[in-house]
T-cell receptor, first 115, second 114 residues
Framework: AQKITQTQPGMFVQEKEAVTLDCTYD???????LFWYKQPSSGEMIFLIY??????QNATEGRYSLNFQKARKSANLVISASQLGDSAMYFC????????????FGQGTELSVKP | GAGVSQSPSNKVTEKGKDVELRCDPI?????LYWYRQSLGQGLEFLIY????????KSGLPSDRFSAERTGGSVSTLTIQRTQQEDSAVYLC????????????FGQGTRLTVV
């Protein structure tokens, strides 16, 4: 079974608009961490945002926020005021602490920002 | 260097040959991960080292794949008798101790088996 599911292979958004990238996860652990990474066409992996399972507040980093709904096991990434440079692959990942810190990634969502 | 370093950046090898891919993690990082990424695909977990614990090898696709981490630092991923389906980008990442720390990635090694 997939541990991390990203159901949107590709998304389009108009420049300056907000976009939500979906991520659901599957774990029986109580302690885990959720991450989002960006991978532009250059191939580098860029860390965006982190949410711990015990964090009560949704994480925010600049234009990025993480909509964490623990009961639904979802950790959607919201990008506000999209920019052309946001066009990239976006990966959701989960670290399960009872698995020793193993980090598992979803299949990714390709975001294209239109001018 | 300040970041995770992988070498070589590109490797072309003939089918059936063995290859070694190297990863130099960020100094002091206790965790080290290897992933495989085929063109346009997600990151496939291969193996994970954490300190002195036994590595989590659950993602290695076959016994042709192995990895070691010497002295808690440099890691080498070895693929024996390479096949064309091994062609991919192999990414290494390291992470410092702590529950809320992110993994830092290298630039990857692009492996092409011809």
């Amino acid at each position: 079974a997939q541990k991390i599911t990203q159901t949107q292979p590709g998304m389009f958004v108009q420049e300056k608009e907000a976009v939500t990238l979906d991520c659901t996860y599957d774990t029986s652990d109580q302690s885990y961490g959720l991450f989002w990474y960006k991978q532009p066409s250059s191939g580098e992996m860029i860390f965006l945002i982190y949410q711990g399972s015990y964090d009560e507040q949704n994480a925010t980093e600049g234009r990025y926020s993480l909509n964490f709904q623990k009961a639904r096991k979802s950790a959607n990434l919201v990008i506000s005021a999209s920019q052309l440079g946001d066009s990239a692959m976006y990966f959701c990942a989960m670290r399960e602490d009872n698995q020793g810190g193993k980090l598992i990634f979803g299949q990714g969502t390709e975001l294209s920002v239109k001018p | 260097g300040a970041g995770v370093s992988q070498s070589p950046s590109n490797k072309v090898t003939e089918k059936g040959k063995d290859v070694e891919l190297r990863c130099d993690p960020i100094s002091g990082h206790t965790a080290l991960y290897w992933y495989r990424q085929s063109l346009g695909q997600g990151l496939e977990f291969l193996i994970y080292f954490q300190g002195n614990s036994a590595p989590d090898k659950s993602g290695l696709p076959s016994d042709r794949f192995s990895a070691e981490r010497t002295g808690g630092s440099v890691s080498t991923l070895t693929i024996q008798r390479t096949q064309q389906e091994d062609s991919a980008v192999y990414l290494c990442a390291s992470r410092p101790q702590g529950p809320d720390t992110e993994a830092f990635f290298g630039q990857g090694t692009r492996l092409t088996v011809v």
